[in-house]
DNA sequence: GATGAATGAGTCTTCATTCAT
DNA sequence: GATGAATGAAGACTCATTCAT
């Protein structure tokens, strides 16, 4: 007897199983490293979650490092994108509103998988590639002085560079702060007020 | 066999040679964490820098958890000292002196051995007795409140403990930031200016 | 760190290159285990004697007690077989017959591995799932019970548990006593007369 | 000012005050070794218990073995004491009565520091000079050879090194099992008059 | 004699990584 | 591509023993 003839795929196209495989690894890895900490994250432990080999891991990621990297540069993504795709729209807002808004934003980038980013934050030694995990805040600072830089005439300080940094670590500050240990804060519009407050009496005459 | 850890200091040291032994391994710690990171430092590698044998960090640290806790609780109390000492002296200053006094005792509290500051900061695991490295926030963050109490009468801000947490957040970003990433801030007074008008125009009307 | 120990096997084994490997192990620990004694038995000697890594070793057993634990099981298991195996035959042997059978299945028994045999009784710590050690000696007892009990009618005895008890420690007492200290009664004819004397007079009126 | 004449001695003749060192330090090695076990006996634990530095220890013990070895062979002797002190009263005692009490004498033996006896027997590696463990057993065999041969004249069984194994192994084991697993049954009458019965019935005709 | 700080070989165990199947 | 058995360097920690005080 003839054989069947197949015309289904014998198996999905080669790029969608490995982008599914590589996904599988990195959201279990974010996830082992949520619940177990930096150090005690094994590569044989994220395999395991992932329900695929370890071998599987060293086929995508060739060292730990790779792959804490892949997770760190993905959750910068995540952050970067949170905060660019709303920018041109802030934009135009009057000064006020315009703070207001950043803060919101960065507000909302922090909110993105917190218990990650705090993982990363804290406890991802800033060494080799894994430096870049406050890479968000490094660029954070770049728009910021470029914003101020554009809506100079109405500030009043004068060493930009001196304010973004300021302002920067303390919106980063806050809206960290919020997110991992005053959660509540967040629904509460006082909150925003006065950050914004701050922000803005700090930077306008 | 693998016995539950213990965290506490198993003794005192009763002999003069032993404070000594006490002390270098302590210094080892700190130097090793430093140039390392934490999951690169390794208990016999300790030892090793401290010239004494691993049996002896063991005789006084029960594991590697309370070597670091004892740094950690070590560079709390420096930078508590640092910050108490002086607090009495500010209570009595009008608010702009004060949050410009404060402020300045923080930012010199972060200037108190600041690469090992910035490793217990970022790379310790909060887990155990170890959850204590931001331990000096939380007091800060008591005492702060209590001075907003006392000065209610000039404030704008209304609900004290969110001003605090927001104060405190921003003023500690941005003394950490300055000493770790800008440590030639620290030499312009600008620096101080700029973060004491921050926190001034936020608090007072 | 020190995490709990783990005593249950850590996984079985899929390819068959991983049951050579197990068979390796528990070979070279049983004999490790003959030569060394129990505490100084390492895994490492272990590992090295059953020419694999250390951490093969680990793969199976997440313990040195899961190791010995596996062996105990080992050998309680073959000792259970050596006698049940038997056992249904000796049911309907005369009661003389059947204590004689007993008796001798019970030597044979102890003369499997009986090297190991010792290091297990002699040395092992019974402690957690170590405390198997003499499970087969637990075991030997109900059956005798049960045997005893089946043929009630013939024996001067009246608590059987007791006799059970009396004679399964004398029994056990000298095969294991003949084995360890005395191999040279195992070849003669009297030492099985003189056993199989001494339980049956007890025994019956 | 003339010193006080001093007439009490300023501390107790040497050898009193050894005896008490060296005896605190065995009485905590046999509470350690009971409740602990062998391998996890420590020599600093033992002098913790003790209330001696470690030196003490070594300055009478030179090593973990002879320290065990002490107990073993004190243990030995309070056996030994036990059953020889009344020897000589059961010489002359007819043979039913005279087994009669020997096992009495053995399971008081047995009765001496039993969790003491139990962890020797059971954990002690028999290696160098703790080999002595089990030698109150080996005595024992010699001084019932020498019993059975002065009362030849009534027994049935004519190998008399090989009935005195089998009733020394009987014997023993039903102490052992009695004293460490069935203390109930010390009280019982039943259980000397069972044991008595199974010794006597085997060796007279 | 007594003390106890110090020693360091040796133990158990983990985990990033490799590679034959 | 995927698998998972195997590896072994390295790390945390113990404890019998020594010796300066």
Redesign the interface.
Known sequence: MAPKLRTVPRKRPVQDRSRATVDAILAAAAQVLVKD????TSTNRVAEVAGVSIGSVYQYFPSKEALVGALVERHNEAMRAAVLAELQRVQVLPLEAAVRAVIELIVRAHAIEPALHRVL???????GRLARVDQFAVELHAVIVRYLDAHRARLR?Q?LD??A???A??V???A??AVIY?PH?LD?P??LD??T???V??LIA
């Open positions: 900490g930096f150090d005690r934050m804290e406890q991802v030694p800033r060494t300080v060493d001196l304010a940094f300021l302002a670590s303390a980063e500050a806050m960290h702060g005053q804060r509460d006082a909150f006065e950050a407050a701050m922000v009496r700090y």
